[in-house]
């Protein structure tokens, strides 16, 4: 393997739910093919296929990558957390096709032995809920596209590969089941992809953690909940975008003298909600160190210029003060 | 059996919209109107766990409150974590058995891969606590996400590991029989052990000699597996459940909530009963002139202008659109932290029951 094969670099974006990570992953997107480096890959493992239709795509076919138009060498996949199982199976097979021993047992088998073992309802049932291969599996994809995925039509690698990944929660459980599979069992092909794949994702040269939040008690407590929880896992210390900032209110006269009560109470509403995000940012500054903070995005509202206004405004992560 | 158990409220919603906190006001407004309610949520915000008086996770439902009429509120504030191991104490009585399942390697990669096993917690302490007889209603916080009703199958898909043809795929006890004769008998046996061989090679060997004697160990666990998956089936469509959407009228909340309400179709249940258009800015017009930018400084000035003026479009959108959301929409002031506490949450649960019924003849009754 030369060295060129291990450059694929993986942008993990994840946080609480609805605070903007499809948003943050195609602005991303967006950077990168401005910036002209090579392909990029975007993968929407949220199955929501919100970052897809940010980018322009509303064919939402599972796992098949398409060439986005109007950008710069920009592809696009969505592979499902719950997807079926024969996609799933599959996958799982074709991470094994490398295995020498399991490559003898299926040889010439493959079409047959998909067809009966994948239609078999035992089987499927098996799979479908069978500790720790799910996860292996999702992640085993995007590693797949790291490692050995090819640019459809050519023999090129990925130069970027993001990945639209699931919320907080979901997210670390990706992670800690596939370490899980590598702790508990000491063989198998699942097993050595698991290791494959935390060897990749816990390599800071290759692997960048963007997590999101916005100025609310819940997500921010949540993004450090997730940082530790991937601490422990020996990845890469993440980078924060704080998302959806509001202009801060900054009263030049007493609220009192303001006649309309029911404007009046709101406007005390929106001076307090102000107080309280400001209070918010600086303790998770200290929390987390600020130097920690990538981005400090502002609410952009929705519409044809979003993800060029965006793209300006964000940074990589190659771009940061924070020093690993 | 039915009759004895507690009227079910599901309460649904995207993160950050004030679901929890509705859900806390509505078990407070029923209460005060002599109904004894418990909500049941996963993961409150620290200032509505201290409003109630919730200071720590719990695994068993904490009284709030009480009224002379003779309701009350209890809330549950349910832990994850230690619930787990309790559930599989409760279930197993074989001494010695539930360490041994505890402790098997296999069975603590399941206990990572919390989907299912976290919601099947919630929906187990749930019909634990419905057919408890103490309660006359349940208002269950479901967890913030998309496919918030997937918990309500959580029991089934946990069954689907422990269904008995997946067992007889791998455990030793049944070669006997399938050794006993006949064409499809072999034929089974044989695809069996080819495909046994496969998965061996596959996830290792250790990974299947785990699998097996979890699969046997565990097996006093299914028949309650069982119960409780019917259980939940047969409470959540009874005819009395309701469920609230909890939303803000903002575009993409509006489109989550619509979500939501498919989500309730695809669980074959009926449409949503209300909708909670939480933090709806006053009706009346905006202030006009200049003075009041010097209230909040003109950016903050310009941003809620412009709220309030896509809430007025998201508002007129809901009340034109012939396939509404829900059968019944309300609209509910925002609120500031610092009033936040159970005179708050009382009077906004008051708010809500009131604003309802002037919709829809809601009908919430002792059990």
Redesign the interface.
Known sequence: MSETLSTTQLHFITG????GKSTLAASLVKKLSDRNEGPVLLIDMQG?GHALSLLGMEDRTNFEIKFIRDMNHVWACRIMPKSSFRQYFSL?LSM?QHDS??AQ??SGLRGK?VD??LD????S??V?????L??AALLGKVHYECTEGLVPESDHRWKHVVVDAP?T??CL?LF??TQ??ID????????KQAKGIMDYMTNPKLSNFYIVA?P????LKEAQDLAKGLETLNIPAPLYTINRL????????P?ES?E?L??K??????????E?ESELIHSFESDVSKDRILNYLP?V??SQELLSQLSEMVKLHSESDFKR | MTQERSQLVLVLG???VGKTSCSASLGLGLAESGLKAVVITI?P???LAQALGLESLSNEAQKIIDFENGGSMDALWLDNKSAFTDLIHRKISTPGLAEKILNN??????Q????GIEEYLAVDKLLTLGNSGEYDICILDTP???HALDFLESPE??L??F?E??L??FLKEDESEAKKSGFWNKLFTS?RAQ?L??F????????MG??SSLLSESRPVHQSLRETAQGVKEWVRQDNTKSILVSLPE??PIE?ARLLSSELRAHELHKADLLILNRT??D?P??QGP??E????K??T???K?RHKSQQNVIESISSDSQSIANATIQI??????EMGLPMLRSLGKDILNKWKSQDQTSFSKT
């Open positions: 609480k739910g609805g605070v929501n799982l094994g021993t399991f047992l299926t032995f009966t073992i078999n309802k035992v089987v049932a098996f479908d809920v069978c500790p720790g799910e996860p919320s929660g979901h459980m800690k089941s899980a599979l508990v069992f000491g063989s198998g092909i699942v097993f916005t609310e008690e819940l997500p509001k202009p801060k209110a900054e009263n030049s006269a609220i303001l309309d029911e404007w109470r709101i406007v005390e509403i929106e001076v307090e909600r102000s309280l609410e509202p929705h | 995207s993160g950050g993961d915000a620290k200032r390697r296999l069975f603590k990669i399941i990572e891969q919390l989907g913030p996400s998309r898909h946990l689907k590991f269904d043809s997946v007889k795929l695809t495909t061989e496969i061996k090679r596959f996830l290792g060997q250790g990974f785990e699998l575009s993409y989550e800015l006053p009346s905006f202030p003075e009041f010097r209230y909040l400084g950016e903050a310009a941003d809620l412009e002031a925002p609120f500031s932290h610092a």
